[in-house]
């Protein structure tokens, strides 16, 4: 007995009707086909909804109060407006500047990661000798926890013993110590390098996937014609993997604006706030300070960024998509 | 036919001889150059970090900073998992000894592989449901579920920890799995919808013939051809659950079910400046397992990824 057919156009709830498909006629219930839709949807749902919506829509809720999270929110007595957001930007916290720092980041994620990322990925899209030794080099640092990373470079960057010293010392370039972490003008490019160094790997991977998908025809059509290698790069290879490229700036712009794990193991925002970012702040807010309020404010600026961004980015790339058109 | 062959064979040997021509060979070795060094700024933390994990301090003070070791001191080791300043092993109810490093490391485990199967059996059948079954607002669906993609994990943190906690279940691994899952799901629809896609919907049409409905059709059809997609799956949500730490951080600060990076936060942030050679022992235990399944089953990894990319 056939009871559903999946290929069919559905209509809505309580709307029987028939389907030919090689002269079978068929009548349905659509009732038991929405409630088998629910049934598969109902695992994602839960999740998505308890664990990423629902929470999401609270976190909005709680950015309007005043409020530590230890009685009972008060809706009448603790409302505060829009005053959370006024007080990220006063003396205390001074969200700006770490909003600054982590777009100083996303900034050089995609003007120095991924260019760095793509000549990788280019360069290893063509055949070259030991292109999987170092494929798989380059993808380790992805696969080391950033918290090992971290502890690393703290080690690197240490001033008496640590290797970048020594090795200055060695050359003759420095004389006694550079505090790279503790010094308020150094500690936000020391912290930036481990985390661009990390991630060039992932992007390369996804960068090079693009890449090894252009098709061979197109390449040794255009060589044909006398392309050189970079000419064959500049226009064919890099506008068919531009679907690939917008989403590793989405993920580069994104991940940078959420950065945490390696800032909170090198300085945790120090010294002096020079290497703070939002969720840093976030993190103090929430549990050390318990103003809740301040703490989901900046959570839900965080959303707000990611999505402008991710929509800035896409609007961007499809300007881009017409003008090669044209 | 054979002719044809014949002559398509002749012109890629003219087409690659050409290649041959035009490239540049300075330019070739400046290439090469590029990614030999580029290769050794990826490896020499990994180096450095094996070589003074067998060193003590006087060997790193005493100028010996980026050489091999004069000794392998395993006593490193045995302090990293054993030794009263590192890794006082804990004992579990039954007595057993389990020094914490491996402790923390299986905890880790659990939570990727269990957050790896939730997501991946979630994403399975809410992809079956909004590509294989039409209804009216399948795409809408879709259209919500990647939204995920581009939300900060950060953003649920507090009203997720505040459940957690009454709920109580702060401190197991269920408070680490769920919203590792919710948030590991969007990527893993989006791969399931690339795989889906390129399963004939002919094989749909004719399971239904044969008498099966939607539950027999998943199951029996599309389930065992998504194999290729479990791998892929597995490698975005390890990705992002394994290193994860501020959740990590805050969900499960103590007890003995804490993931790897706190953990080795926890380990390292005390004595940092004391004792380099047991904190470089921990950070290569830690970090060696991983590497080396990597190192075996590289190519596959790459290429589940490489799948990721292309289908999503």
Known sequence: ?326 | MERNNIKTDTLKIDTSKYTVKKTNKVLKVLIFAGLIIWAFINLFPIYWMLTFSFKNNEEIYGGNVAGLPSELRWENYEDALWGKNIGTASKDDTGFQLPKLIRFFINSLIVTVATIAISLVAALMATFAMTRIKWRFSKTMNALFMLGITIPMHASLLPVYRTMSNLGILNTYTSLILPYSAFSLSMAILICTGFMDDIPKELDEAACIDGCNLGGIFFKVIVPLMKPALSTIGIYTFLQCWNELMFANQFMATGDKITLPVGIQQLSAGQSMTQWGPIGAALVIATFPTLLVYIFLSKRIQDSFIAGAVKG
């Open chain 1, 1 to 326: 007995m056939i009871r559903s057919f999946p290929v069919t156009p559905f209509g809505g709830a309580g709307k029987t009707f028939s389907i030919d498909w090689e002269g079978i006629y068929m009548k349905r219930k659509s009732k038991s086909h929405s409630l088998a839709i629910f049934l598969f949807l109902l695992p994602a749902l839960i999740l998505f909804v308890g664990l990423l919506i629902a929470p999401i829509i609270m976190s909005l809720y709680y950015s309007f109060f005043d409020w530590n999270g230890l009685k009972a929110l008060d809706p009448s007595e603790d409302f505060l407006g829009f005053g959370n957001y006024t007080i990220l930007f006063g003396e205390r916290i001074q969200f700006g500047k770490a909003l600054i720092n982590s777009l100083i980041l996303a900034a050089l994620s995609v003007f120095v990661q991924l260019p760095v990322s793509l000549a990788l990925a280019l360069a290893l899209g063509k055949k070259i000798k030991g292109e999987r030794v170092f494929l798989s080099i380059y993808f380790m640092p992805v696969l080391i926890s950033t918290v090992v990373i971290g502890q690393l470079w703290l080690k690197i960057y240490n001033p008496e013993y640590g290797i970048l010293n020594t090795f200055l010392r060695a050359i003759g370039v420095l004389e006694g110590d550079i505090r790279w972490l503790g010094e308020k003008n150094l500690a936000l490019g020391a912290v930036f390098a481990p985390t661009l160094w990390q991630y060039v790997g992932y992007h390369m991977l996804l960068l090079y996937a693009g890449v090894k998908s252009v098709s061979p025809e197109l390449r040794e059509a255009a060589k044909l014609d006398g392309a050189t290698d970079g000419q064959v790069n500049r226009f064919v290879v890099i506008p068919s993997i531009k679907p690939i490229i917008k989403v590793s700036v989405i993920f580069a712009v994104t991940g940078s604006l959420k950065s945490f794990d390696l800032i909170y193991v090198l300085t945790n925002g120090g010294p002096m706030k020079a290497t703070e970012v939002p969720s840093i702040i976030m993190i103090r807010e929430l549990f050390l300070k318990n103003k809740y309020g301040v703490g989901s404010a900046i959570a839900v600026l965080l959303i707000l960024l990611c999505f402008f961004f991710a929509i800035l980015i896409g609007a961007i790339f499809k300007e881009r998509d017409i003008y090669g058109k044209k």
